[in-house]
């Protein structure tokens, strides 16, 4: 009790203390940019992430994007932005178990001489992850709500592995509202980068939509692995 009272107060305003078993190894900061294709249309977006130690096993995390996507063929263009934050409980041998709000803004560009329209959504969630070797198990379960709209209910189910070079490959499939959704990515940290940056390939799949997405993320002075930054930084 006295060393953790010590490193909040040796930190202080941060009020952070890194966790040496479990929680977030340091706190650590990435900025990625993103770009999205599927059937009929094509975006780009940024994003940002932030990462803090709260006590030991217990971690948090706030991040923020931004969005554009441009409609074709008559398709609606649209602008968003989106801010989550969670907080969550980790082992790093065993794994992590977390919830999560997420305000999402979205505009909707009719055009055609029709006022944009705005929607405004929350979304709550719980995830959990477990950690079996050079693969992880993956879960979460999220609502959605906004004004004028059904509520959103999904769950998600996956597996992420770790391979050689530093690479890693993952899949997940959906139920409830997301029923029939299935995605899979990989992600990989090159080596003449010292582990500095990621790049991030991935496919979704809906039963009306199929989506590609390329994605570079940086990290800013946290050189590990990705198995390491996943279980510990992430």
């Known amino acids: 009790m006295k060393l953790r009272i010590s490193c909040l107060v040796l930190l202080f305003p941060l009020s952070v203390c890194a966790g040496e078993n479990g929680g977030v190894a340091e706190q650590n900061f990435e900025a990625g940019a993103e770009y999205d294709q599927d059937r009929d ?84 969630g719980a995830s959990g992850q477990y950690y079996l070797g050079n693969f992880t198990l993956f879960g979460s379960r999220i609502i959605s709500k906004a004004e004028d709209f059904d509520n959103f209910n999904v769950w998600f189910l996956g597996v992420q592995a770790y391979l050689p070079y530093d ?34 390939l991935g496919y979704s799949k809906s039963p009306h939509n199929d989506s590609f997405q390329l994605q570079v993320n940086y990290f800013f002075g946290t050189n590990v692995s990705l198995k390491q930054r996943d279980r510990q930084y992430r």
């Open 41 to 124: 249309s094509s975006g780009y977006g940024l994003n940002g992430a932030y990462r803090l130690p709260i006590a030991e096993y217990f971690g948090a995390s706030l991040s923020a994007s931004a969005a554009r996507t441009n409609g074709q063929d008559n398709r609606i263009d649209t602008d968003s932005g989106s801010v989550v934050t969670s907080v969550f409980v980790r082992d790093f041998n065993i794994g992590k178990v977390g919830i999560l709000y997420n305000y999402t803004y979205t505009k909707l560009k009719l055009g055609y001489g029709f006022d944009d329209v705005s929607i405004n959504q929350n979304s709550y």
């Open 167 to 200: 690479v890693s490959v993952s899949g997940s499939a959906g139920g409830m509202d997301a029923e029939d959704n299935y995605s899979v990515s990989a992600e990989y940290q090159p080596a003449f980068l010292n582990q500095s940056t990621s790049i991030e």
